[in-house]
């Protein structure tokens, strides 16, 4: 069979799609449909793994869980991920496939779109509903005519478009009406709804506005919807930590996580940030370091790059003299590799310096390669050391993908203390302070979250935190609660029970 089709676009980036895809992802399960997500091309550095390996961006890995599925490389054909201003690594079907100048990709793009089309042919075989989900705004006159992400999805599945906009930023009327006014007319005809989101405060207060986007646009308002903080999704791209500089609040354990211009897979941070009693704030100065409970060098998608960046803003220095205070200092993926003394790359993977010199704090190198390893793990603590005691012998689960190995000068630098059934990762020195592994996720697996927390004098409560479903079920009902549910399910085509 092939499967009906509806797809949501915003009017800029950051107007709420993936969440609302999300939502929709799980409102549909719960209504017994075979439902799955779909966006054609993503970018995105924070990515996550298929049972086979592949990468594909964290939303449609979130969206795939909404939908009670196993994520698949279909559900995302096309994931950018930004090594610098102007240049991406392009992931196609889960796997490396070139790093290109944004000129130059933009000149392939339409070599893209029998990967694009196939995949979702792939995807409407095999369930009822396909939920898809757009990139930016579908008006970038400049560069609609590459497009194989927006209306260009929506016309060759002949998809209705609910098309969505962010009130919170202000001019809704000009994002709503404006976009529908520069769509072409065989485009406009596929928009059946308007949505009105991340409003605050009593949304009976917007009846007027309703009136006027209906009358002028022609096109109905299925919602305004909340403004939904705290949902306890992952968040697609940067720009949620792009804002002013966090301040480290009273009577709480103090996070900082620095904000590396290429930060990837900082959703790693969201279970801290969750935790009460605990402060997570991104800092990208000496200015806003502060004197933080510990130190977080998270993921980046150009490890030497970010070094140098750390470097010329004597960040290095300040993480270095953070440790010496006593601070717990933390290296995630990327950081991990900070962590060491040199960081080389002489096939330049991932830059064209082929060597810098790391932080020192761990007596180790990272060399990169070309092979990238992706790939869903799960491993063993062995270690005894400080708070890592309590946890000897315990099973945790995340995932993995770097270019980079790295590995202590000598054996008896310091000891492993993650291990799987063929290797080991990570180091810490022997006070327990300074740790680091390759593991993403890390932070979701609770006990170790809390036995961490607990060594940086964290006096929180032990009360479990809301399981993924759970979360995922408060924003469905939000969602659901502020939609005209049976003029959705007469737009999708759908019958199911409720």
Known sequence: MTAKTLMVQGTMSSAGKSLLVTALCRIFARRGVRVAPFKAQNMSNNAAVCADGGEIGRAQYTQALACGIEPTTDM???????????????????????????????????????????????????????????????????????????????????SPVLLAGDIDRGGIFAQLLGTLDLLEPDERTLVKGLIVNKFRGDPTLFED????????????????????????????????????????????????????????NFDDFDPLASEAGVTVRYVASEAAFG???????????????????????GLDEAVKAAAERGAAVVGICGGYQMLGNTITDMQSVESDLPSIAGMGLVNSETRFRTQKSTQRTKATIRSKIAWLAALNGQTVTGYEIHMGQTTPHSLHDYPHWLHTESRGDGAISADGRIWGCYLHGLFENEAFRRAWLHSLGWKGSNTPQPTFAQRIDRLADHVEAALNMERLMQITGITAPR
């Open 76 to 158: 995302n054909p096309v994931l950018l991920k930004p090594e610098a201003d102007a240049r991406s690594q392009v992931i196609v079907n889960g796997r490396v496939w070139e790093t290109l100048p944004a000129r130059d990709y933009y000149e392939r793009k339409q070599m893209l779109w029998e990967n694009v089309s196939a995949a979702l042919d792939r995807l409407r075989d095999e369930y009822e509903l396909i939920i898809m989900e757009g990139a930016g705004s579908p008006v970038e006159l400049n560069l609609k005519r590459g497009d194989i992400v927006n209306m260009a999805v929506a016309k060759y599945a002949q």
């Open 209 to 264: 506005g309703i009136e006027i986007l209906e009358q002028r646009g022609g096109v109905p308002v299925l919602g305004v919807l909340p403004y939904i903080k705290d949902h306890g999704m992952p968040e697609e791209d940067a720009v949620a930590i792009e804002g002013p500089e966090g301040i480290a609040q009273r009577d709480t354990v103090d996070i900082a996580v620095i904000r590396l211009p290429r930060i990837s």
């Open 291 to 313: 004197k933080p409970n510990a130190v977080i060098l998270p993921g980046t998608k150009s490890t030497i790059a970010d070094m140098q960046w750390l470097q010329m803003r």
